[in-house]
């Protein structure tokens, strides 16, 4: 009793609100999501009052709260031993157990109890779109590369070193790891997402927003679809395209934060890049049927391993070679040294050429025409890698867009006054 009146009046009003908050909440849900063949083990008032009576014996203290759970789990297992015939799920008690538990809680922290049982609703509302999702969207094939894409981050990326390994101090195991399993997620995300809306807009979306984290691993990975499927030729091609907008952009930006000058000289042309290559990649997407077939996915992979892996190793072999071209010909193979590093990260390279541009290495139409061609070369990257990753047809669409982009952007650089 000392322990009670020590404590703040409103402190334990406010977890015995928080707790009728979440029985109501859960309670109502299991009320509504239950099979209306068979009587529910415990709904809204079973949820309420055991919310309630958890927030006290919290109150009362920890062998009371045990108390109640010994007797919360006797009446669990009684309930599913007489419901176990007709319905042999768990969901039901584990919501009681979590009622349970989180109202208690919430005497200690209402705000996280309370958020917790946000989630708990969330997932007991949403029994139907994951049987789905777990059924019906993502495949074995699927579900076996979602298992090896988390090895890759949760079980390798830890145990690599984060400092560079290499005399020039360019080479990090760890970020050329983080290349491989964004590879292979692009891919993954890519799929599902297709499943998900379709192939007209979900190709378009995930090689938006992955393409702002990087543009070649979505052109890498759209190119396995693209191989495999002729009705999935034209959705790729345009999320490609749509990559390569995002990272252009990504580009302005990085110019912006590093000498906003040097945009101010060059956004005219990479606007008119991104005009152009953003009407390349809506032929593709209205061209494409709403009722596209979605192609069998029985055993079909989402992602290559060996192609992250071989693209990983490209991308530091690069690194290495213009890091050390860099280190030979002094300051003035910093621009040499840019248009390489733009094969693999075009931003980094612009960053360089910045850099050059703000410290009067290099004088404006240079530092212009500089732009264009890590814009170009990057570009040639990505062809040579759509090729690759998806044959001709696939590898011939994505360069006439880029290279008709490309053009524009080189007809304003040089129509601009100097």
């Known amino acids: 009793m000392a322990h009670l009146q020590a404590l703040p009046i409103a402190a334990p009003v406010q977890g015995l609100l928080t707790a009728l908050g979440i029985g109501l909440m ?52 009684f309930a599913y031993r007489r419901s176990a015939a007709h319905d042999a799920g768990l969901t039901g008690e584990i919501a009681l157990l979590a009622t349970t538990v989180l109202s208690a809680f919430a005497q200690q922290d209402a705000l996280l109890a309370a958020a917790a049982a946000v989630v708990v609703a ?51 195991p760890a970020s050329l790891w983080r290349l491989v399993i ?67 952009l990504l580009f302005g930006g990085v110019l912006a934060m590093a000498a906003p000058q040097l945009l ?5 042309p990479l606007a008119t890049a991104l005009l152009v290559l953003c009407g390349m990649a809506l032929p593709g997407m209205l061209r494409t049927a ?9 055993n079909r992979q989402v992602f290559r391993l060996s192609q992250a ?34 094969l693999a990260e075009v931003h980094a390279a612009a960053a360089s050429v910045a850099q050059l541009f703000q410290a009067g290495s290099i004088p404006p139409q240079q530092a212009q025409w500089g732009l264009f061609a890590l814009l170009a070369t990057s570009s040639l990257a990505k062809i040579v890698v759509a090729f690759v990753a998806g ?26 006054p100097a």
């Open 309 to 342: 892996l071989l693209l990983a190793a490209l991308i530091g072999g690069l690194l290495l070679l213009s890091a050390w071209l860099q280190h030979w010909m002094g300051a003035g193979g910093g621009m040499l040294a840019a248009v390489l590093v733009s």
């Open 26 to 77: 859960i309670g109502v849900v299991r009320e509504r999501m239950h099979d209306s063949a068979h009587q529910t083990i415990a709904g809204i008032r079973t949820h309420i009052l055991l919310a309630l009576v958890s927030a006290v014996a919290m109150l009362l203290g920890l062998s009371v709260l045990i108390g109640l759970l010994l007797v919360v789990g006797g009446l669990v297992l």
């Open 264 to 268: 101010v000289l060059f956004a005219w």
């Open 122 to 172: 969330g997932v007991l509302f949403a029994k139907r779109p994951l049987r789905r999702f777990a059924q019906e969207i993502i495949s074995e094939q699927e579900l076996q590369d979602a298992l090896l894409l988390a090895g890759a981050a949760l079980l390798v990326l830890p145990w690599l070193p984060r400092e560079a390994v290499d005399p020039w101090a360019v080479l990090v």
């Open 391 to 416: 044959g001709r047809r696939y590898g011939s669409r994505v360069a006439i867009g880029l290279c008709t982009a490309l053009a524009a952007s080189a007809t304003v650089t040089w129509l601009q």
């Open 182 to 248: 964004l590879l292979m997620a692009v891919g993954m995300f890519g799929e599902v997402s297709l499943r998900l809306v379709g192939a007209r807009w979900g190709y378009a979306l995930s090689g938006f927003f992955a393409g702002l984290a990087s543009s070649t691993a979505v052109v890498a990975s759209f190119g396995n679809p693209a191989r495999s499927s002729s009705a999935l030729l034209l959705p790729a091609v345009s999320a490609a395209l749509l990559a390569n907008l995002a990272s252009w």
């Open 290 to 298: 709403t009722d596209v077939p979605l192609p069998a996915s029985g």
